[in-house]
């Protein structure tokens, strides 16, 4: 069974520092995805990570893809505020359907 | 391009009751997910759909059904409703594994939130 394991779960920052969310999973995948989640609103896509040492960057946020550690990254530099939400990282496995099996998210607070 | 759409946003039923939760993809989508986001229990896939069939079903007993209509729009039925179904339901749509895209990248709607009383 794929399991997949984020860390930490609750993160409060200050503005301008950075930060690292750890994304674990516990067998082969064939894909990887980072999406945010504002309160009480749907998922919106953030990256989507398709191979091995794959590495994309939007603004602040910078993810990453290791399928040998079976490890994905999510590094926020100088956070701000609006980047406060929850984010999740999923994988997906085309054997299993392309479902998608979730990580528990991790709740970030920027603070002024 | 709309992006993906259900309806309705909000609906409340009793315990015992069922309730009927409707989705429209992305145009071009074939493929239709089904999610549960219940407090506590994180996301969990439910369902998914592709051209009309029943493709694969996570953990869920069967009172939890659903179907996807030659548009590719989909429904999700749930009967017997019991309190634990309280959830935010999320449909998501992809075009099909092996399309020329290539990312398989599902893309989510606003979400019906369900509150069983």
């Known amino acids: 069974e794929l399991k997949v394991e984020q860390n930490p779960l609750f993160l409060s920052m200050q503005e301008g520092k950075n930060y690292t969310i750890y994304c674990n999973y516990s067998?082969?995948?064939?894909?990887l995805y980072w999406y945010r989640q504002d309160p009480g609103k749907s998922l919106e896509s953030l990256f989507v990570?398709?191979?091995?040492?794959a590495v994309k960057q939007e603004g602040r946020l910078m993810a990453s893809l290791d399928t040998k550690a079976r490890l994905s990254t999510l590094h926020i530099t100088a956070a701000v505020h609006d980047l406060s939400a929850t984010y999740f990282c999923?994988?997906?496995?085309?054997?299993?359907?392309?479902?998608?099996?979730f990580g528990e998210g991790t709740q970030l607070t920027v603070n002024p | 391009e709309a992006g993906v759409t259900q309806s309705p946003t909000h609906l409340i039923k009793t315990r015992g009751q069922q309730a009927t939760l409707r989705c429209s993809p992305i145009?071009?989508?074939?493929?239709v997910y089904w999610y549960q986001q219940a407090l506590g229990l994180g996301l969990q896939f439910l369902l998914w759909?592709?051209?009309?069939?029943?493709?694969n079903r996570g953990n869920f007993p069967p009172r939890f059904s659903g179907r996807q209509f030659p548009n590719y729009s989909s429904e999700l039925n749930v009967n017997a409703l019991e309190l634990e179904d309280s959830a935010l339901y999320l449909c998501?749509?992809?075009?099909?594994?092996?399309?020329?895209?290539?990312?398989?990248?599902?893309?989510f709607g606003p979400g019906t939130r369900l509150t069983v009383t």
């Open positions: 998501a749509s992809s075009w099909v594994a092996g399309h020329p895209s290539g990312t398989y990248e599902q893309y």
């Open positions: 999923a994988v997906d496995r085309e054997t299993s359907g392309s479902r998608l099996t």
């Open positions: 759909y592709d051209e009309g069939e029943e493709r």
């Open positions: 145009s071009g989508h074939t493929s």
């Open positions: 990570l398709l191979s091995n040492g």
């Open positions: 067998t082969t995948s064939d894909r």
